[in-house]
């Protein structure tokens, strides 16, 4: 309980408990009565183009916006009634980078504990500032800081009040490789402390990396929740393209089922599981003579493409029909 | 359930966001004030024939720091939440736990400490050509305390509701400085012919200033009770605004 003074104790284990929620503005419907439920300690990654809804559904939340119907609970506290509660517990690093030009990060961090409700502790923003590699410009104008810096910043301003249920609004864009993984880093620590963790990424190496589970979400409606290893899991195999010594033309019975020719002499076989893979590198070696092998995974990418794809298809249907 | 380290944090925050630019917050405003100190005050006074009494140079004073007052409580709070809302470090705010009332506490409060500050150097300057006079200190305190908290809210009111700063500067060129002018800053409505004696009681800021004047020198246009009652009614009004605006987080929350 330590790492959590004065928050108010969770009423509920579950960090987060959306319930149909739904956000219009004007006539447009940017979230579409979307329920999502949050387990204790997991990563989180939400994906989705942009547009989709990611950081409307986190503002609802967070408490920039508010929701046109539905309910939102964080540890069992409603947003909108017990919104002190909730505040206290959720954190929030936005996708858009602010800083106050009056302040220096060392300045702008007890501001923000003390915002939360925490009694400003300066050895707490020195630990946070060299955390994330900005002790040498605590005392700067954030001004002066660079943008990947200020993004730095941002992040710790975020930790400052030790959220249970923290939200990365594409916590790395526009950043480079190494902070990229530094960030990374960052999030495994606070997720091994306890934090929940929700981040919205269009990079799918990340979410792949990261997170236990994901949710897709377009055009505000959540397409897809999955373990990030059932999904990875179902959607394993790929494509295997050979390149082989005799014309394709000659051995064309002694293909494998499905083989796809490329041009004279590659072909494309798709696979579904590693022992599929093994028959059919074994029946192309006999066919013809392996010269080039190459082995393609399905990567989260295809997946999310494909459900995108699909769903876009079936809401063009809808229309048509109607 | 207060959050009160919220509430002193967002206080202290703002009074050091003005200390910091101090030249442009306090100091400048306070040398416009004492232009207009000796121009209208010290030059020109001594033709102007005594009101109600009083020297000119000492009628224009209570006109002056209220002028000073009302332009200082608006913009500190108007350009305060403005410039958060537009690099965008509002939104510390609003995922805070803080309430409306803490809000607006921590807001009225720090424009409150820079309008009093100048009103006060402002009231210096002018005592070291006149000399002191406070015919009733409580008067005085409560015509600044009240004029600070209204236009502090309208300050947020504005910021809250501009877009750009074009929005934002609209109201102390085109309501603030005219309606202050207009109200008895350097004359006695008496000396204005009908009907402009009887519409110029319609100017809210009429009354905040006679009624600074009766506090520190003891002659009002209008008796001192009903610039009290006015001065609380349009602090209320503004006050129901600036809530229902910020509760409903108007322009501010999605
Ligand atoms: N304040 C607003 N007023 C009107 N429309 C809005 C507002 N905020 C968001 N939208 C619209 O809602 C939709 C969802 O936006 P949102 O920012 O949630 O998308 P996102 O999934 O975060 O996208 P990105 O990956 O680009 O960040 C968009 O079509 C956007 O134009
Ligand atoms: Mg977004």
Known sequence: MAGFRDAPPPRDPEPLRVDRVTKRFGGFVAVDELSLEIRPGEIFALLGPNGAGKTTLIHCIAGLARPTAGSIRVFGYDTGAEFRQTRRLVGLVPQEVSFDPFFTPHESLMIAMGLMGVPPDSARADALLSAFALDRHRDAYTRTLSGGMKRRLNVAKALVHRPRLLFLDEPTAGVDVELRKDLWGEVERLRDAGTTIILTTHYLEEAEQLADRIGVIHRGRLLMVEDRDVLMKRYQGGTLRARLDVPLDEIAHALPPGAQRIDRHQVAVSWSDPEALADAIQTLRSAGGLSDLAVEHTRLEDIFVELIANADDESNGERGTA | ?254
């Open chain 2, 1 to 254: 359930m207060i959050n009160t380290v919220g509430l002193r944090t967002l206080l202290v925050k703002e009074i050091k966001r003005f200390l910091k630019v101090w030249q442009q917050t306090v100091i400048s405003p306070l040398m416009t004030t004492a232009l207009y100190f000796l121009v209208f005050g010290v030059a020109l006074g001594g033709r102007i024939d005594r009101i109600h009494g009083v020297e000119y140079i000492e009628f224009v004073i209570p006109g002056l720091i209220m002028l000073a007052m009302i332009t200082n409580s608006f913009l500190n709070a108007a350009s305060s939440l403005f410039q958060s809302k537009i690099n965008g470090t509002i939104v510390d705010l609003l995922v805070s736990p803080l309430g409306t009332f803490e809000v607006l506490a921590a807001y009225v409060a720090a424009a409150t400490v820079r309008a009093f500050l100048v009103g006060a150097l402002v009231y210096a300057v002018a005592a070291s050509f006149t000399g002191p006079s406070v015919n009733n200190l409580f008067w005085a305190l409560y015509f600044g305390l009240m004029v600070s908290v209204s236009f502090s809210l309208l300050g947020l009111i504005a910021a809250i509701w501009a877009e750009k700063f074009d929005h934002l500067s609209l109201f102390p060129n085109f309501i603030l400085t005219p309606l202050t002018f207009l109200g008895g800053v350097f004359y006695s409505i008496d000396m204005l012919p009908a009907p402009w004696d009887v519409v110029s009681k319609l100017n809210p800021i009429l009354y905040v200033v006679n009624g600074l004047r009766y506090g520190l020198l003891g002659t009002s246009d209008v008796p001192v009770m009903s610039a009290a009652a006015a001065a609380a009614a349009l602090a209320t009004a503004l006050f129901v605004i600036a809530v229902l605006l910020l509760g409903r987080g108007y322009k501010l929350r999605a």
